[in-house]
Nanobody, 120 residues
């Protein structure tokens, strides 16, 4: 129901834009989040956006570099990633929640990951 795309290999300092298309759920009723998971680590919160885009929230590690947005007509949430660093390397996941939250356990639907690799 959530299909993430846009990952790839990029040099440090570069940019990528991730997309996550939703189907089979009422997208405009869901708060959306992005998480990432590096090998051997747990899911890490990256960013979230409320269902009407009134509020966004970012992890300190990406604040000022990443921007989350959504288009409720296209049922899609985006993550614009600028000034990428090697430590941003991870599989990135989009997720949908009925509540505003940053904990992975609070999200009801998950997409498959899209891999982002940042070379130094």
């Amino acid at each position: 129901q959530l299909q993430a795309s846009g990952g790839g290999l990029v040099q440090a300092g570069g940019s990528l834009r991730l997309s996550c298309a939703a189907s089979g759920l009422t997208f405009s009723n869901m708060h959306m989040g992005w998480f990432r998971q590096a090998p051997g680590k747990e899911h890490e919160f990256v960013a979230r956006i409320t269902r009407s885009s009134l509020s966004t929230y970012y992890a300190d590690s990406v604040k000022g570099r990443f921007t989350i947005s959504r288009d409720n007509v296209k049922n899609t949430v985006y993550l614009q990633m600028n000034s990428l660093k090697p430590e941003d390397t991870a599989a990135y996941y989009c997720a949908a929640s009925r509540i505003v939250a940053s904990l992975p356990g609070s999200y009801d639907y998950w997409g498959q990951g899209t891999q982002v690799t940042v070379s130094s």
